[in-house]
């Protein structure tokens, strides 16, 4: 079965610049969470999806962040323009219900670093 | 947004010995899981527990849930070159909400 595949792998931008990531889940999953994953933290939720329809985005600062996922398949998530705090890897996780719950499987994320 | 409290923040150990790391919550989670994180990959789930007071094990890693839906705790043991990584905790209030991650403990074996 094929992972969560997420591209481009790795960006260099400078800041005020806009970029956008792109997340392919695993084939079936309803539910898709975009995390960011600051330098020695761990992973922070930025956006949950369930199909098409937005879940929690309590955390996005949507000032300057924005994701869609139009057809309820692959995302986008947008970044304009770029602030330097926003360096950081950039993970896709998606999900399908279980018996005991919903486990999150974990692309292996962007890697973007604002100059 | 919040973040677990993960000890300890890295560990040296060597190749066959024991490891123990936690995290705590000043919160409720109703599942706790423990995953690991190696350079270029995401997280990747090693074990999962549902119910406060639940033991379980995977091989050489045991973790349990806190009886206070607080806190967990994961067991390497006789650790092998393999082991090493970032480990993190991760909480979770419902069954599809998105997870909430300590800061990670980093193990480090030495030869």
């Known amino acids: 079965e094929a992972g969560v595949a997420q591209s481009p792998r790795y960006k260099i931008i400078e800041k005020r610049q806009s970029v956008a990531f792109w997340c392919n889940p695993i084939?079936?999953?309803?539910?898709l969470y975009w995390y960011q994953q600051i330098l020695g933290q761990g992973p922070k939720l930025l956006i949950q999806?369930?199909?098409?329809?937005?879940?929690?985005d309590s955390q996005l600062p949507k000032d300057r962040f924005s994701a869609e996922r139009l057809k309820g398949v692959d995302s986008t998530l947008k970044i304009q323009p770029a602030k330097l705090e926003d360096s950081a890897v950039y993970l896709c996780?998606?999900?399908?219900?279980?018996?005991?719950?919903?486990?999150?499987?974990f692309g292996p994320g962007t890697r973007l670093t604002v100059l | 947004g919040q973040q677990l409290n993960q000890s300890p923040q890295s560990m040296f150990i060597q190749e066959g010995e024991d490891v123990s790391m936690n995290c705590t919550s000043s919160?409720?989670?109703?599942?706790w899981l423990w995953y690991k994180q190696e350079p270029g990959e995401g997280p990747v789930l090693l074990i999962a527990?549902?119910?406060?007071?639940e033991l379980t094990s995977n091989g050489r890693l045991t973790a349990q849930f806190g009886i206070t839906r607080k806190d967990s705790f994961l067991n390497i043991s006789a650790s092998i070159p393999s082991d090493v990584g970032i480990y993190f905790c991760?909480?979770?209030?419902?069954?599809?909400?998105?997870?909430?991650f300590g800061k990670g403990t980093h193990l480090i074996i030495q030869p």
């Open positions: 996780a998606s999900s399908i219900r279980g018996v005991d719950g919903d486990t999150q499987y």
């Open positions: 919160s409720i989670f109703n599942t």
């Open positions: 999806f369930q199909n098409n329809g937005v879940v929690d």
């Open positions: 991760a909480g979770q209030r419902g069954g599809a909400d998105g997870l909430t």
């Open positions: 084939s079936g999953h309803a539910t």
């Open positions: 527990l549902y119910k406060a007071g």
